[in-house]
């Protein structure tokens, strides 16, 4: 996990020490970077000119460097936590399956994933339903 | 592996990846760097001053291949969401 914002490293220090240390009653366990120009936000593409800071931007990258998936939302929404870990756990189930299976709609740990073969094509109807996209 | 820095009287420089042989500086090239990164392909890479363990650290991307990284951009600390 690594946060990023165009505020100062000694601005990180302070926030926390004053407000972030409390909600968690520890430090901060992860580095909280500092993009004082925007120059990293600006690669990923998320960076705002106008209002000169980052937008909330989110981006899973892989044990080999690539990007699998990223998320932006304007600043007064927050994100889902746990979709961002459901979907890094996707990610892995895919990878160490060696991409021989796959996560449908609605897939968390423990339910059903999907093995693309020939076979499969035009049969999902037989292997899985519509309410699996859904939460129990 | 990161180094650490002393706090001094300046912002921590930034430190800017070297422009690759052949890139020009012109508008177009800058608004190329605008684009959004595409799923699938390499995360670019970046080093940055970073807080981390009651230390100031220069830290990069690269020093967590081999390791999932959740990078999270948010628009400001002591902000409310």
């Known amino acids: 996990m690594l946060s990023v914002s165009v ?22 366990p992860f580095a909280m970077l500092s993009d004082q120009d925007g120059g990293i936000g600006k690669l990923y593409g998320i ?25 932006v939302l304007t600043p007064p929404v927050g994100r889902n936590v746990n979709e961002s870990i459901r979907q890094i756990k996707a990610f892995q189930l895919v990878r160490d399956s060696k991409g021989t ?26 292997v899985w339903k519509v309410e699996q996209a859904f939460d129990d | ?20 042989a052949g890139v020009t500086s012109d508008i177009s090239a800058r608004e190329d760097k605008k684009e959004m990164v595409k799923v699938g392909k390499a ?8 807080f981390y363990n009651g230390k100031f650290m220069n830290t990069s991307l690269s020093e967590y291949k081999g390791k999932w990284v959740l990078l999270c951009f948010y628009p400001g600390d002591f902000t409310f969401v």
Not at chain 1, 19 to 28: A, G, P
């Open chain 1, 47 to 71: 960076y705002d000119d106008d209002a000169g800071v980052e937008t909330r931007g989110r981006f899973i990258i892989d044990p080999d460097g690539n990007i699998q998936g990223f998320e």
């Open chain 2, 43 to 50: 995360a670019p890479d970046f080093t940055a001053p970073a």
């Open chain 2, 1 to 20: 592996m990161p180094e650490e820095f002393k706090p001094g009287c300046q912002r921590p420089p930034i430190k800017k990846p070297k422009p690759e």
């Open chain 1, 7 to 28: 505020d100062s490293v000694y601005v990180h220090k302070m926030w926390n020490e004053h407000e972030l240390s409390k909600m968690i009653n520890k430090d901060i």
């Open chain 1, 101 to 126: 299976e796959a996560t449908p709609a609605g897939w968390k740990p423990g339910k059903q994933t999907l093995k693309p073969s020939p076979d499969l094509v035009g049969n999902i109807w037989k």
